[in-house]
């Protein structure tokens, strides 16, 4: 079956580092996605990875190991406008949307 | 670039009206758009796949007849919520793949907050 896991909840300090993970099993794989949502709003994209590395876009970075089904999304100098949910998405073999049920991250000053 | 436009934001309805949501591409292409809906704290459910030119694909438990889907052109799809019930209060979020593009980003639209009284 395809599965997207990771983690529901995570507390991060502001001004500190924080990473999130995310492991994935899916028929087939074309990249891994990870969006943004704040409470009462749509998506927004953050990061697609296809091949293995890091890919860094300011202050958020994201990381992908095929071999491992594994990814996680750095989020460093954290802002109290990062407090949302960060949700996890593999896309299968028929370029399908496989989504994980989010984590809400929660930041303290 | 990349904007997709969801109309109406907001809607209030009594139970057994229809509500007709639309989804817009602005500014590209998208022969495939989604539907998903999603209750509170919960995260996204794809409700289906709206192929342009073509029947829609719905996800298991969802009701085609209920739910109607139309993606007539290259840049708009409507879903219908059929004789809507309370139960079906819930946020609604459309989202378009630009047909352009060499990967699959999903591009979402603002969403819809349907309350049925």
């Known amino acids: 079956g395809q599965n997207i896991d990771q983690p529901t909840e995570m507390t991060a300090t502001e001004g500190a580092i924080v990473q999130i993970n995310c492991t994935y099993q899916?028929?087939?794989?074309?990249?891994l996605f990870w969006y943004q949502q704040h409470a009462g709003e749509a998506p927004t994209f953050l990061s697609y990875?296809?091949l293995d590395g890091l890919e860094e876009k300011g202050r958020f970075s994201s990381f992908l190991s095929r071999s491992k089904g594994y990814s996680y999304l750095l989020l460093k100098e954290l802002q109290m406008k990062d407090s949302a949910s960060y949700l996890c998405?593999?896309?299968?073999?028929?370029?399908?949307?496989?989504w994980g049920a989010g984590t809400k991250l929660i930041i303290k000053p | 670039g990349a904007v997709v436009s969801q109309h109406p934001s907001r809607v209030i309805c009594k139970s057994g009206t229809s509500v007709k949501i639309e989804c817009r591409s602005l500014?590209?292409?998208?022969?495939?758009m989604f539907w998903y809906r999603q209750f509170p704290k919960q995260s996204l459910m794809l409700m289906a796949t709206s192929n342009e030119g073509s029947k829609a694909t719905y996800e298991q438990g969802v009701e085609k007849d209920k739910f109607l889907i139309n993606h007539a052109s290259l840049t708009l799809s409507t879903l219908t919520v059929t004789s809507a019930h309370p139960e079906d209060s819930s946020f609604y979020i459309c989202?378009?793949?630009?047909?352009?593009?060499?990967?699959?980003?999903?591009?979402f639209g603002p969403g819809t907050r349907l309350t049925v009284l």
């Open positions: 989202s378009a793949r630009d047909s352009g593009r060499d990967y699959n980003e999903q591009f």
């Open positions: 899916t028929s087939g794989f074309n990249g």
């Open positions: 998405a593999g896309s299968d073999s028929n370029y399908q949307l496989i």
């Open positions: 500014d590209f292409q998208a022969t495939t």
């Open positions: 990875n296809v």
